[in-house]
Structure formats: C-alpha cells, structure tokens
C-alpha cells in the first residue's frame, strides 16, 4: 500500500516559517497533482497550493506571494515552505494526491485517486 506522511508543523510566531514535508512511500510508480489543504475549525476546508507532475503550480490568493509548493519526485517528496506566516494560518494542513500509481504484489498495478495524508497541525501566534 501507499501512505502519504506529513511533517514540519508546529508552533511559530507571527512572521516566522515554517516547511511542511509530505512524503510519499510504497511501492510507487507515480504521482500526479499534489495538493495542499488546510482546514480552520468552524471554517470551510481551503486549498492553498497545488503542484502538477510537471511543475506546474498554483497558490489561494490568501498565501500568494508568502507560501512556495515545490516536489522532488525523484525522493516523492512535496513541500510547502511557508513564510511570513500569520495567525489565521493556524490550521491542520493535509498534503492530496489526486492519483498515485503503485505496484500491489499480488494485485499488480494499482491506483489511488483522491488519497490523503493525516495532517500536520501548524499554529502562529501573534
């Protein structure tokens, strides 16, 4: 099977940074759009950042310009370097893959679509 793990979080100050890692492993022969969520208790879950399979990225108007999404595909790992963070960052952020090909070794290959890590709590303090 897959996991994707995520990691980085923590407690930081307002203005400081941080860098979320979410790593991918099993047997996996790819990975297609990842993408970044956060979820605020009593709010709508909010996707801040997505990279494609080629690099392509994109960013909620609300960290444009603070957050940057980058991939080492070769090592399946995504990252989110965030800067300049602010208190109403606070939340739970999950790392998405919207489809990874892996290898079963009594089923073959196989997709996950949709698959989610468990989260990492980041929480900025003012």
């Known amino acids: 099977q897959v996991q994707l793990v995520e990691s980085g979080g923590g407690l930081v100050q307002a203005g400081g940074s941080l860098r979320l890692s979410c790593a991918a492993s099993?047997?996996?022969?790819?990975?297609?759009?990842i993408t970044w969520y956060r979820r605020v208790p009593g709010k709508t879950r909010e996707q801040v950042a997505t990279?494609?399979?080629?690099?392509?990225?994109n960013y909620a108007a609300s960290v444009k310009g603070r957050f940057t999404i980058s991939r080492d595909s070769a090592k399946k790992v995504t990252y989110l370097q965030m800067s300049s963070l602010k208190p109403e960052d606070t939340g739970v952020y999950y790392c998405t893959a919207d489809r990874i090909l892996f290898t079963d070794p009594t089923m073959g290959t196989r997709q996950a679509i949709d698959y989610w890590g468990q989260g990492t709590q980041v929480t900025v303090s003012s």
């Open positions: 990279i494609t399979s080629g690099g392509s990225t």
């Open positions: 099993g047997s996996i022969l790819s990975i297609d759009t």
